[in-house]
């Protein structure tokens, strides 16, 4: 059983930065980042496996930076140079298999955080 937690969303201007975070209670083989903006399905945004495999969005490469910290068992989004289409519910989550950047390879699921970039 895993729960992820978390937090970091809020709102900011254009061109600033937000570190997300998820607390996790167990290890996995993957985590990631995903976001849903209103109307739309939801997406992945960067991923991380233990076997060392990082993914990131299009959308997001050269902005955002996913990291995990073992010891704290917490996982990270950097994000910076935030743009009003990163508008979104970001959601942690975590998987046993894949990649965890599709959502078909996750199980585990956090509650989201808001984080809203106006211009």
């Known amino acids: 059983q895993v729960q992820l937690v978390e937090a970091g969303g809020g709102s900011v201007q254009a061109g600033g930065s937000l570190r997300l975070s998820c607390a996790y209670t167990?290890?996995?083989?993957?985590m990631g980042w995903f976001r849903q903006a209103p109307g739309k399905e939801r997406e992945g945004v960067a991923s991380?496996?233990?076997?060392?495999?990082?993914k990131y969005a299009d959308s997001v490469k050269g902005r955002f930076t996913i990291s995990k910290d073992n010891a704290k068992r917490t996982l990270y989004l950097q994000m910076n140079s935030l743009k009003p289409e990163d508008t979104a519910i970001y959601y942690c989550?975590?998987?046993?298999?894949?990649?965890?950047?599709?959502?078909?390879?996750?199980?585990?699921w956090g509650l989201g955080t808001q984080v809203i970039v106006s211009s």
């Open positions: 991380t496996t233990r076997g060392g495999t990082l």
């Open positions: 989550a975590a998987g046993v298999r894949g990649g965890c950047f599709t959502t078909s390879d996750t199980s585990y």
């Open positions: 167990s290890n996995t083989w993957c």
